[in-house]
T-cell receptor
């Protein structure tokens, strides 16, 4: 699976959009981009994933560049409860196989008043 | 509503005393995973079960074993815990039926070794 690079930490004011970047310049054509987050002392929580197209769900939006070498997770209106470590993970996804995750160091997002 | 349940949330054991952590799921997923997360580090996969097939990661110490008696339950056994095994242990599940399938994590069990 391709490796990812994320800034170690970011701050965001409550109510503003949080834009978390991820670099995955060695991504292969069949690798998906996944985002998980881990709030302190809890298990990781799935946020969103995508292959080529931009994706949006009730939690966030995922913007993937045309060359797929980087992506941005957008939390449109960050709240204090969004304070967490955000992990960008790139992996191949095949039908009928386990979806093993290799976590990098992630970005620690601190949302402030 | 709990989908992946881990008990207990906190476990204290003595150095060298075998300990078992448990995980159960109500999702009927065919894959179950165990991750180890040490303080200030990212989770690290130890092994997983695909149905009844056990799949160990290459660098998982022999001290760590697992059992899956049925679809719903999976256990992590640490045969002789050392001080370095103190960590959060996370159980996760997924289906292996669809491309792009995600993992669902439990709340974790924090293990303290005295």
């Amino acid at each position: 699976d391709a490796k990812t690079t994320q800034p170690p930490s970011m701050d965001c004011a409550e109510g503003r959009a949080a834009n978390l970047p991820c670099n995955h310049s060695t991504i292969s054509g069949n690798e998906y981009v996944y985002w998980y987050r881990q709030i302190h002392s809890q298990g990781p929580q799935y946020i969103i994933h995508g292959l080529k197209n931009n994706e949006t769900n009730e939690m966030a939006s995922l913007i993937i560049t045309e060359d797929r070498k980087s992506s941005t997770l957008i939390l449109p209106h960050a709240t204090l409860r969004d304070t967490a470590v955000y992990y960008c993970i790139v992996r191949v996804a095949h039908t009928g196989t386990a979806s093993k995750l290799t976590f990098g160091t992630g970005t620690r997002l601190q949302v402030t008043l | 509503d709990a989908m992946v349940i881990q008990n207990p949330r906190y476990q204290v054991t003595q150095f060298g005393k075998p300990v078992t952590l448990s995980c159960s799921q109500t999702l009927n997923h065919n894959v179950m995973y165990w991750y180890q997360q040490k303080s200030s580090q990212a989770p690290k996969l130890l092994f997983h079960y695909y149905d009844k097939d056990f799949n160990n990661e290459a660098d998982t110490p022999d001290n760590f074993q697992s059992r899956r008696p049925n679809t719903s339950f999976c256990f992590l056994d640490i045969r002789s815990p050392g001080l370095g095994d103190a960590a959060m242990y996370l159980c996760a599940t997924s289906r292996a039926l669809a491309v792009g399938e995600t993992q669902y994590f439990g709340p974790g069990t924090r293990l303290l070794v005295l």
